[in-house]
């Protein structure tokens, strides 16, 4: 199986700050990455497909970037509503697999 | 606009198995080429894809499943089973269903094996 490594675990930050998270791949999955919000609750939202593709109704604050197996997330300015875990997904090859999660909290 | 819905028991019982349906509205689960997944989220956080199928039938699990698990559908009512046999307290997690790719999932549902 394809293992992505996502860190943070946890990224305590303050309103108005420019954060990235990072997942790297086991192995060549091109650019197979999605990134997905998830609030308390509720479902996860599709924020980032094609690793720099952004999702319909997301904010342009939020932003994808490649760089070899490392796959990043930027929130350009962090508002009070993007508070909240944030995970990536492969789907290059089953079976599909995510990151183990950041949670993004008010610092 | 599409919805999934899943619904499920809440609570089953160690050894017995676990049934979750996903009712979709306002798509087809037989158009081209779309899948239609299960997904899972156990207490501490961690995601695991269970496995799909697809628009024609074909079905693919997660080799870490792969005994215990099926999924199947009935066409006529456009909805998608999950079945999770001879579970264990460690496959309470909320359960999900989306469609590839991923841009529409159920709000989740509950699940707790407890005797």
């Known amino acids: 199986d394809i293992q992505m490594t996502q860190s943070p675990s946890s990224l305590p930050a303050s309103l108005g700050d420019r954060v990235t998270i990072t997942c790297r791949a086991s192995?060549?999955?091109?650019?197979?990455l999605r990134w997905f919000q998830q609030k308390p609750g509720k479902s996860p939202r599709l924020m980032i497909y094609?690793?720099?593709n952004l999702a319909a109704g997301v904010p342009s604050r939020f932003s994808g970037s490649r760089s070899g197996s490392d796959y990043s997330l930027t929130i350009s300015s962090l508002e009070s509503e993007d508070m909240a875990d944030y995970y990536c997904?492969?789907?290059?090859?089953?079976?599909?697999?995510f990151g183990s999660g950041t949670k993004l909290e008010i610092k | 606009q599409v919805n999934l819905q899943e619904s499920g028991p809440g609570l089953v019982k160690p050894s017995q198995p676990l049934s979750v349906t996903c009712s979709v509205t306002g798509y087809s689960i037989t158009t081209s080429y779309y899948y239609w997944n299960w997904i899972r989220k156990f207490p501490g956080n961690k995601l695991e894809w269970m496995g799909y199928?697809?628009?024609?039938?074909?079905?693919y699990y997660n080799p870490s499943l792969k005994s215990r698990i099926s999924i199947t559908r009935d066409t006529s009512k456009n909805q998608f089973f999950l079945q999770l046999n001879t579970v264990t307290t460690e496959d309470t997690a909320v359960y999900y269903c989306a469609r590839t790719p991923f841009d529409y999932w159920g709000q989740g549902v509950m699940v707790t094996v407890s005797s």
């Open positions: 192995q060549d999955i091109g650019n197979y």
């Open positions: 094609g690793a720099t």
């Open positions: 997904l492969q789907s290059k090859e089953s079976p599909l697999t």
């Open positions: 199928i697809s628009y024609d039938g074909s079905i």
